[in-house]
């Protein structure tokens, strides 16, 4: 024993491949080395020199990736189509539209199609109301009412509506004392069952009522 050494010698004294002291740290730290050959990155790189961004170029990438808003999409016509609800299928079947008929159309062959169209000029209106909103919305609280009293509703499950709650009579039944048996209990704490073990005889003593 080398009795110079100092006591806080921490020189490895094992190869590298003994997992001794904090191994698993040591792997995680990268080893940093000079490598001479070159990456393809390095071969088909080459440097322009300093320029700066092309900002058109950003900003159409902007533009492209966020989409056209809404402002552009439903406002560029004003209030124009503001109370444009009323569909094809509700102004075909329903009755919706103008009170009298439509212009008649005429053929111009400059624009090769009819004018006045129809998409062009559509009907304006609120949308025809069936009243499923407010059969729902009737039927969604006459379930949340129903929920709190009884148990039948649209919240239940099968078991909750099948399961039906014992009456307070049924729980009170009249239960007799199980006692151990005399053998059992009388034992000796150092007496095996293997032991001879006479019980004593027990009188039964009947009382008249």
């Known amino acids: ?3 110079g050494a100092s006591n ?3 020189s490895k004294r094992y190869k590298t491949d003994v997992l001794v002291g904090n191994w698993f740290e040591e792997r995680l730290v990268y080893d940093r080395k000079n490598h001479t050959h070159p990456s393809s990155y390095s071969i088909d790189f080459q440097q322009r020199g ?3 961004p092309d900002v058109v170029l950003r900003r159409n990438g902007w533009i492209r990736s966020n989409g056209v808003g809404k402002e552009i999409l439903l406002a560029h016509h004003g209030d124009a189509y503001k109370k444009n609800w ?5 102004e075909d079947f329903n009755g919706r539209g103008l009170p009298r008929n439509p212009p008649l ?3 111009h062959s400059g624009n090769m199609a009819w004018s006045p169209e129809r998409s062009d000029f559509p009907v304006q209106g609120s949308p025809t109301n069936w009243g499923l909103k407010e059969r729902l919305d ?8 129903e929920r709190s009293t ?3 509703n649209d919240f239940s499950t099968t078991y909750n509506a099948s399961y039906l709650k014992p009456r307070t009579e049924d729980l009170l039944a009249a239960r007799q004392p199980s006692f151990l048996p005399p053998i059992s209990g009388r034992m000796p704490a150092n007496t095996g069952s293997q032991d001879k073990f006479e019980e004593p005889a027990q009188k039964l003593s009947v009382v008249a009522t």
Do not use: A, G, P
């Open 1 to 3: 024993m080398d009795h």
């Open 8 to 10: 806080w010698d921490v």
């Open 50 to 52: 300093y320029q700066q």
């Open 86 to 90: 009323i569909t094809w299928y509700d």
């Open 105 to 107: 159309r005429d053929w």
């Open 138 to 145: 009737k039927r969604w609280n006459t379930s949340l009412q």
């Open 150 to 152: 009884t148990s039948k």
